[in-house]
């Protein structure tokens, strides 16, 4: 698979990233690396470091816009910290913007994480769910997905890749 993203900054600052791959070939991340990024973007949100708007054009489509000011200021972070202009960054951007946005949906999650003064506390097998599960056309997470490989981790049996968590 090509690795190689193209990235140009048009007039107005946003950047435009030509993908040479689908959205659901994106690679899987370390969960360390998810863990690591989302403390990035907790960080960066805290401080205000909003980032420019983003459009991701992938091979045979789609187009994706990172507009929202939220999800600009984590691909900022997640940015700086993995590069958003290699396949592996991008895809720990897109794993934890999909991860964010499947936490506010999926209200069976609950247990999932614990919200305190710190911030979220996310349980070891979500995120190595989120940085292994395939995103889906949309970049989101498949929720029915989701939930029966959760099911497993959690339980202690091993599901697709033989995982565990831990």
């Known amino acids: 698979m090509p690795s ?24 899987g991340v370390p969960p360390r690396a998810l863990s690591h990024a989302w403390e990035a973007a ?10 420019p708007h983003r459009t991701l054009l992938f091979r045979d489509g789609p187009v994706m816009a990172l507009a929202d000011a939220d999800a600009a200021c984590w691909a900022e972070a ?3 910290l993995a590069g958003l202009g290699t396949l ?7 794993r934890l913007l999909a991860l964010v946005e499947l936490l506010g ?31 889906d056309a949309a970049g989101r997470f498949d929720e029915t997905g989701m939930k029966r490989l ?8 091993p599901a697709g890749g033989g995982m565990e968590a831990g």
């Open 42 to 51: 907790r960080a960066a949100a805290a401080a205000e470091h909003w980032g």
């Open 78 to 80: 997640v940015d700086r």
């Open 150 to 157: 959760l099911s497993h981790r959690i339980a202690g049996a």
């Open 105 to 135: 949906r999926a209200r069976w999650m609950s247990g999932l994480f614990d919200i305190g003064r710190e911030g979220i506390e996310l349980h070891p097998a979500l995120l190595e769910a989120a940085a292994t599960e395939g995103l």
């Open 4 to 27: 190689a993203i193209r990235v140009a900054r048009a007039p107005d600052g946003a950047l435009h990233y030509a993908v040479p791959c689908r959205l659901n070939e994106l690679p």
């Open 88 to 94: 592996p960054g991008l895809a720990l951007c897109l």
